[in-house]
């Protein structure tokens, strides 16, 4: 069975990361780039993308180079279009994205700790595997 990918939005996780550095919350955020609560809440928790002005206003606001942010909500854009089918095209396992996006933010220890469960799962299902 394929795994469905119904993942958040990069530029929201970006955008949340920069705001709690920031110290700055929805409400201010909307304020600051004249968008409503509702708006920013639905980009900063990664189910909307922001347009392109919107994108200059968030860099702005946030301090965030604007062809970073720029770059990150074209990924988001393609990925909202065409799903898991630019990751097939480079050679990658999409069902992997949901461990490459927060990979970064393990420490090595638990980097290798989720290597270690995942190599005891595979023996676990071969020897499984041969069994029948």
Do not use: C
Not at 112 to 125: C, H, T, V, Y
């Amino acid at each position: 069975m394929a795994l469905k990918l119904n993942l958040p939005l990069r530029t929201g996780e970006v955008l949340t990361r920069r705001m709690v550095e920031l110290k700055v919350s929805k409400r201010t955020l909307a304020h600051a780039v004249g968008a409503s609560y509702e708006y920013v809440r639905r980009v900063v928790g990664g189910q909307s993308v922001p347009s392109k002005s919107m994108v200059h206003d968030l860099a702005t606001a946030l301090k965030i180079r604007e062809d970073e942010l720029q770059r990150i909500v074209t990924a988001d854009r393609i990925r909202l279009k065409f799903g898991t089918i630019p990751l097939e095209l480079a050679g990658k396992n999409p069902e992997l994205e949901p461990l490459e996006m927060v990979w970064s933010h393990l420490s090595q220890d638990h980097k290798a700790d989720l290597i270690a469960q995942a190599q005891a799962w595979a023996k676990r299902d071969r020897e499984t595997a041969k069994k029948h």
